[in-house]
């Protein structure tokens, strides 16, 4: 027995998304950025705009408007798991680079910051192994493990 599908028109905004990833995951980030500002245009509460937006701007190495937009999706209630993992590994990345030991990269409250942007995105994406060791780097910094952690 096959699944019943329910098949609609798509909205303007809904093709302009659906267009703005085709663009991305294709290479082609003016047509992703045009796409995605046409989608915060018709929606500016909503994040899948900012969720493309930001990943244009890092690609493209403009890391201040990415982490911006990053931001403001992830503000909206982003429903993208690797966002907030990206979050995270953005903010864990200068830091590894400084050598300094594993337990002695950040503060503990930034370490707690980076800690739960990763299990917001395994709570999304639970089967994500770099998920795991991004989040073992942010735990090693934390003052005290709550039992989410564990």
Excluded: C, K
Excluded at 7 to 32: C, E, Y
Excluded at 116 to 141: H, W
């Amino acid at each position: 027995r096959s699944a019943a599908y329910e098949i609609a028109v798509a909205s303007p905004v809904q093709v302009q998304f659906a267009l703005a990833r085709l663009a991305l995951v294709g290479g082609n980030l003016d047509l992703a950025e045009r796409h995605a500002l046409a989608v915060v245009e018709a929606v500016p509460g909503q994040s899948p705009g900012y969720e493309v937006l930001a990943q244009v701007h890092l690609q493209r190495g403009a890391r201040e408007p990415g982490r911006h937009a990053l931001a403001r999706a992830m503000e909206l209630g982003s429903q993208d798991a690797g966002l907030y993992l990206l979050d995270a590994q953005l903010t864990l990345e200068p830091l590894l680079a400084s050598n300094s030991w594993i337990d002695q990269l950040m503060p503990a409250a930034q370490a707690r910051t980076v800690a739960d942007s990763v299990l917001r995105s395994l709570g999304l994406q639970p089967r994500n192994p770099p998920a795991f060791e991004t989040l073992a780097l942010a735990l090693a910094n934390v003052a005290e493990l709550t039992e989410q952690d564990e």
